[in-house]
Every structure is written in C-alpha cells, then in structure tokens.
C-alpha cells in the first residue's frame, strides 16, 4: 500500500423516487433498494479510482456474489432518498461495500430506510476470477473501513 493519505471514505448519492419504482400499496418496491445501492457503488468507483465504465474496458468485471439488506422503513412515491456507500473490505479477490439508504426529510433530518452489504469478486471477461490491478486495490484501500 502506498503511503497516500486516506480519501474521504463514502459517497453520498440523492435522488427523488419514482412513481415506476412504487407497488400496489404505493411503497417502493423492495427490490429497488438493490438497485438504488448499484447506482452508489457505481459512483463511489469513480469517485475513488476510475468510471466503472473504464474498469472493464480494463477488462476488470465486478460480479456480484453475495447481497444482504435489513429494511427498517418504507420510502413512498417522490421521497428524496440518500444512498450512502462505503468500501467495506478488500481482498485482492473481493471487495465488499456497505450501504445506507435514508429518506431525506422536509427539515432535513433522515430516517434510516435499509442498511446494506454486497460483495463483488473480480474476474475477467471469460468469467474467471482474477484478481483486482495493483492500483485498484491501492485506491479501495485508502478508502475502506477495514484497511489490510
């Protein structure tokens, strides 16, 4: 590991719910929180080493394999919602992320919709596993809950 100073280890994602994104009852459906912890992983990659875009034109692919989530409330159509993700741990096959998805009040103040965890594991475009480039794991390091 270099000696790099740690980056800031989460990144925070807003959006405002979907009429699509809502069931019979008029809740989000749950498997959209799965989704919605895609779009924070997505974005904290990029924001702590590249466009998860440009990672596999490098021929890395994250696969998911494994995906807990705790659902504690209910988001409703239009409610803006908070995604935040965290880099769990790293391996140099795997990493895992941790997610927070809140509903952002009127005052300001959150209420804790689903707490989240998945892990990816590298492989490469033939499907095996391979394992993450040094600079990669350099980048998840600096910013993981659990630094090797």
């Known amino acids: ?20 994104e809502t069931d019979q009852m008029g809740i989000i459906h749950h498997a959209n929180y799965l989704a919605w ?3 924070g992983r997505t974005d904290l990659i990029a924001r702590m080493y590249k466009p998860y875009a440009e990672v596999e034109k490098d021929g890395v692919l994250l696969a998911v394999t494994d995906v807990a ?50 892990a990816l594991t590298p ?9 993450l480039p040094a600079e990669a794991m350099d980048a998840f390091r600096r910013a993981s809950l659990q630094p090797a």
């Open 37 to 39: 912890c895609e779009i």
């Open 1 to 20: 590991m270099s000696d790099a100073p740690r980056i800031q280890p989460s990144s925070a994602v807003e959006f405002r719910t979907r009429y699509a």
């Open 123 to 131: 492989i490469d475009r033939s499907g095996r596993p391979r394992t």
């Open 69 to 118: 989530l705790r659902y504690h409330a209910s988001a409703r159509y239009d409610d803006l919602v908070r995604v935040t993700t965290t880099v769990e741990q790293v391996r140099s096959r795997g990493i895992a992320f941790a997610y927070l998805i809140e509903r952002v009040e009127a005052d300001g103040s959150t209420t804790r919709l689903v707490t989240a965890r998945t």
